[in-house]
């Protein structure tokens, strides 16, 4: 199987609209490894100012579009994360057929999950330091 290295620029955005972000120095960090149509993604955000962010909350940019298969979801990890609200479990999902992932979780024990929206945030300094592991299309 072919073996890749490289970088990538995760981006945060709003999939009803995105406008006004600033990010720090170095605050838009990514790398992946590949194996086959196996990608693993990790990488930083650190915003200064958030901007709009309009609908649910993504980060786009991932270095490959996802396998186009029915139901076939990926889910990651976000750690170190510094955001406004109060969150029980924080998750990534990347849908078939797509180059991004949306932010989502649970805020109270037993809630039913949620995407984040702009509200989520903190109007200035926000971080995120994500993994994600996913299937590339062909």
Same mark, same amino acid.
């Given at each position: 199987?072919?073996? +890749? ?7 945060? !955005?709003g999939d009803g609209g995105t406008s006004g972000q600033t990010y720090a120095?170095? %605050? &838009? @960090?990514?790398?992946?490894?590949? /194996? %086959?149509?196996?990608?693993? *993604?990790? =990488?930083? /955000? +650190?915003?200064?100012?958030? =901007?709009?962010?309009?609908? $649910? @909350?993504? !980060?786009? =940019?991932?270095?490959?579009?996802? *396998? ?9 990890? !976000? $750690? %170190?994360?510094? @955001? ?5 479990? /924080?998750?990534? +999902? ?5 180059a991004l992932a949306y932010l989502g979780g649970r805020k #109270?024990?037993? $809630?039913? #999950? &949620?995407?984040?929206? &702009?509200?989520?945030?903190?109007? %200035?300094?926000?971080?995120? *330091?994500? $993994?994600?592991?996913? /299937?590339?299309?062909?």
């Amino acid at each position: 199987d072919d073996y +890749e290295e490289g970088s990538w620029t995760p981006t945060l !955005i709003g999939d009803g609209g995105t406008s006004g972000q600033t990010y720090a120095a170095n %605050g &838009q @960090v990514g790398r992946y490894v590949t /194996i %086959g149509k196996k990608v693993l *993604a990790s =990488g930083y /955000i +650190e915003t200064w100012a958030l =901007g709009t962010l309009t609908g $649910s @909350v993504a !980060i786009s =940019g991932l270095p490959f579009t996802s *396998a186009n298969v029915t139901k076939l979801y990926a889910v990651g990890a !976000i $750690s %170190g994360f510094v @955001v406004a609200s109060t969150w029980t479990w /924080i998750f990534l +999902e990347v849908a078939p057929n797509a180059a991004l992932a949306y932010l989502g979780g649970r805020k #109270t024990a037993g $809630s039913s #999950t &949620q995407g984040f929206a &702009q509200a989520d945030f903190n109007a %200035g300094t926000n971080v995120l *330091a994500f $993994s994600i592991s996913y /299937i590339a299309d062909e």
